[in-house]
């Protein structure tokens, strides 16, 4: 038995639920709530499967726009190294050669270069290219 695509029931579900681009929190709130709504029912119609796919693909879009995971930067990976040891901007002053040069490099406003990154590398004991872009 294939089971038809009914357009007016979807254009009904449209017009229930307005799905649309995600801007704010709160949106992306409502259609979550959606989502589970659908997920927690044992049996989709054909155009509430299409009305939750929609959804999905709305809700990846905002989330991969607002929650980038496992973006970090070369200044972001050497701030957090120094939180995990504990280590203030002090402590790498030898390293990179004056209080200015760590100030500038830890608030971004001097990018690591690669003697640099290598010297840190060695320093905490990991891969220099994690302070390079």
């Known amino acids: 038995m294939t089971l038809t695509f009914n357009s007016n029931i979807y254009s009904e579900l449209l017009s229930q639920h307005q799905p649309r681009?995600?801007?704010?929190?709160?949106?992306?709130?409502?259609?979550?709530?959606?989502?589970?709504?659908?997920?927690?029912?044992?049996?989709?119609?054909?155009?509430e499967d299409a009305l939750l796919e929609l959804l999905v693909k709305l809700i990846e879009d905002f989330?991969?726009?607002?929650?980038?995971?496992?973006?970090?930067?070369?200044?972001?990976?050497?701030?957090?190294?120094?939180?995990?040891?504990?280590?203030?901007?002090?402590?790498?002053?030898?390293?990179?050669?004056?209080?200015?040069?760590?100030?500038?490099?830890?608030n971004g406003e001097l990018e690591i270069t690669k003697e640099q990154a290598e010297a840190l590398g060695k320093f905490f004991h990991v891969d220099g290219s994690l302070f390079i872009c």
């Open 21 to 47: 681009i995600i801007k704010t929190e709160e949106e992306n709130e409502k259609f979550l709530e959606t989502v589970e709504e659908l997920l927690s029912r044992s049996d989709l119609t054909p155009e």
């Open 63 to 106: 989330e991969d726009k607002h929650y980038q995971l496992n973006v970090s930067t070369p200044h972001s990976r050497l701030k957090h190294l120094m939180e995990a040891k504990g280590l203030e901007q002090a402590d790498l002053v030898e390293i990179l050669a004056s209080s200015e040069i760590v100030a500038k490099v830890i």
